[in-house]
């Protein structure tokens, strides 16, 4: 599965696809942006510059990934988007579970 989350920096961003990998809960992460985010936030409509965040795990281990992110992040109520990959290369997939699975050797 894809999970994306949102950040203010591009250092924050770093250090969330980072961290995450480091912890195993995402195989790998990529950073895009800046992008633009509008919404609305206690009751004012807001404009920010953000970065995205996207981070592959499998669906056993979204639990653990989510969980994570709450953690790391700074924001009150981050985004947190699971996506299901619908297909994919059964290569890459063998190996984004490897590489999320705790305990493998580094």
Known sequence: MTV????????????????????????????GGPVTSVYRWEGAIETAREWQ????????????LESWLLAAHDYDT???????????????????AEETTPGTPA
């Open 4 to 31: 994306l989350t949102t950040t203010d920096t591009p250092d924050k961003a770093d250090a969330l696809a980072r961290g995450a990998v480091e912890a195993r809960v995402a195989a790998c992460a990529q950073i």
């Open 53 to 64: 965040v996207f981070l592959k795990t499998t669906e056993s281990r979204y639990p653990a």
């Open 78 to 96: 981050p985004e947190i988007i699971a996506t299901p990959v619908a297909r994919g290369s059964a290569a890459y997939l063998a190996w984004v």
